[in-house]
């Protein structure tokens, strides 16, 4: 389909962070989209300002308690109401769908995922989880069912964007681009103090809570690194991350020849939302533009892996494949999430996922109904973990 023509945008996560910006460049261009579907977990308030807003075809939530009081709240709205996992998995298969962002954060957001690749569709991949989870399944049946995944992370846009006109066996590394989060500088003795406060303040980029606490850690960098394997068919030891807090440069590709290209612009996830959805063209965006003599540098340094060791337990999952990458995934969520509680110390998240890991019986070649199991135990045995462990506040 050309950019001229309308296309039929579904958004799964449509109240997150990704979900909003989204619905942001849909509305930038009623002539160029139409909004399909929009989904939640929970957030029924927020579906309902945004049905009422943007006027999707039709909404669903995946908590019966928040698909009730939709109903309640919206009682006028004319288009499907779905409820359950089966409701954003009807959602994101449905054969009117042109692209669908896949948004929803963590685990959730596989099964529809799934779902949209089954259908054939163009998908916007913000989910990362997926991958990193079960790459090993959705990739093989994105080219069975002619689906297409298209990076949404900056970092994987990057790439994708200097990939253009390329070929793939020119390529010789990939060169992910980390801010190194608020903490790059700390020591591993005052990062014995650091709060759940501290951490949320992501010093660039304004995201969802789990995300910008998986940047604090750097696992979002290990997630990424499992994802681009997935994504562009490189194996990790092809795969490098550097810190640069500037996040200007949001990725490169070095090639055979030595030649580095690096895709720049301002900290922000409209250019690459709106890249997913208008891919392989380009639409105008009305935004601040890069001044690089105002920026003045532009720095680099490898990442420290012992006062950071979940970037260091990614590769090595990548590196065992299998189950791994659905147990550091589900254990890094339930981590996560604790110490946002504060019920687990900052540190204590790495300690997690690394007991999780040596815990949970490797499995070399998960199904999809398997990496659903493993992702449950996972859970199961990370929380048992943080309730005994000596580092729970």
């Given amino acids: 389909m050309s950019i001229e023509a309308c296309r039929n945008v579904t958004i799964l996560g449509s109240t ?23 989904t939640c977990n929970s957030r029924w308030q927020d579906l309902v300002e945004q049905a009422k ?3 999707p075809y039709g909404v669903a939530l995946r908590e019966e308690l928040a698909w009730r009081m939709f109903r309640e709240a919206f009682p006028t709205f004319s288009g499907p109401v779905l409820c359950g996992d089966e409701g954003i998995c009807e959602a994101a298969a449905d054969t009117d769908n042109d692209v669908v962002l896949s948004a ?10 799934m779902a949209a690749i089954r259908a054939g569709h163009v998908i916007g991949l913000a989910n990362k989880e997926s991958l990193v989870s079960a790459g090993a399944v959705l990739v093989p049946a994105a080219s069975q069912h002619g689906a297409t995944l298209i990076a949404v992370d900056s970092e994987h846009s990057a790439i994708l964007q200097c990939l253009v006109g390329e070929r793939a066996e020119d390529v010789s590394k990939l060169i992910i681009t980390a801010s190194g989060g608020p903490f790059r500088s700390l020591s591993s003795v005052e990062m014995e103090t650091v709060t759940p406060a501290m951490a949320l303040k992501h010093p660039n980029w304004t995201m969802g809570a ?4 998986d940047s604090a850690t750097l696992m979002n960098k290990g997630f990424e690194v499992i994802e681009a394997r997935w994504l562009f068919d490189l194996p990790g030891e092809k795969i490098d991350v550097v810190i640069h807090p500037q996040s200007i440069v949001h990725s490169m590709v070095e090639f055979v020849d030595g030649s580095v290209k690096a895709q720049m612009g301002l900290p922000t996830m409209l ?21 690089l003599a105002s920026v003045k540098e532009l720095t680099f340094e490898a990442p420290d892996l012992d006062r950071f060791p ?11 494949g299998g189950s791994a990458g659905a147990v550091i995934n589900a254990a890094n969520e339930v ?16 300690r997690t996922i690394e007991w999780t890991l040596d815990y949970i019986e490797h499995v070399s070649h998960p199904s999809l109904d398997d990496v659903v199991s493993i992702d449950a135990e996972s859970r ?14």
Avoid: H
């Fill in 16 to 38: 997150g962070s990704i979900g909003t910006q989204g619905l942001d460049i849909v509305a930038r261009a009623p002539s160029r989209f139409s909004l399909r579907w929009i």
């Fill in 53 to 55: 807003r943007y006027k």
């Fill in 104 to 113: 929803m954060v963590g685990f959730s957001g596989v099964q529809p995922t």
């Fill in 210 to 213: 789990k995300i910008t606490i």
């Fill in 271 to 291: 250019v690459p939302i709106q890249y997913a959805l208008t891919y392989p063209n380009r639409m105008p965006l009305t935004l601040p533009r890069l001044d």
């Fill in 310 to 320: 979940c970037l260091r337990m990614a590769y090595n999952a990548l590196e065992v």
């Fill in 335 to 350: 981590a996560v999430a604790s110490f946002l509680a504060g019920e687990l110390s900052y540190l204590g998240i790495a």
């Fill in 380 to 393: 199961r045995r990370a929380s048992e973990y943080i309730i005994g462990t000596q580092w729970k506040n």
